[in-house]
């Protein structure tokens, strides 16, 4: 079974950085392309920066010049660099992997996955 596990979110203030992270583990084949979302309560979820197989990257207009998308395919992993936060950048933040699952040995049908969500709070 697969598992996506997110880390590095926390509490920081305005103009200062975070680095998320978000691994996967199990049995996966293969593995498409990556994003990171972020939700704030009531609101429906956004998608903040996505990056393919072949590391082409886009951006929401919001975070565009200040956050960074990137990946460790070895690891499964895909980080997300966040810099000059705002107050307005506070949500939970979901990373997603795009992927193939092994199931009985065979490739299953690729579907996204999620993880379970990391809180970023900016404040001074």
């Known amino acids: 079974q697969v598992q996506l596990v997110e880390s590095g979110g926390g509490l920081v203030q305005p103009g200062e950085s975070l680095r998320l992270s978000c691994a996967a583990s199990?049995?996966?084949?293969?593995?498409?392309?990556m994003g990171w979302y972020r939700q704030v309560s009531g609101e429906q979820r956004e998608s903040v920066a996505t990056?393919?197989?072949?590391?082409?990257?886009t951006y929401g207009d919001s975070v565009k010049g200040r956050f960074a998308i990137s990946r460790d395919a070895a690891k499964n992993t895909v980080y997300l660099q966040m810099s000059s936060l705002k107050p307005e950048d506070t949500a939970v933040y979901y990373c997603?992997?795009?992927?193939?699952?092994?199931?009985?040995?065979?490739?299953?049908?690729?579907?996204?996955?999620w993880g379970q969500g990391t809180q970023v709070t900016v404040s001074s």
């Open positions: 997603m992997q795009n992927m193939q699952e092994l199931k009985a040995g065979r490739p299953a049908v690729r579907r996204a996955y």
């Open positions: 199990g049995s996966i084949f293969r593995i498409y392309n």
């Open positions: 990056i393919t197989s072949g590391d082409v990257t």
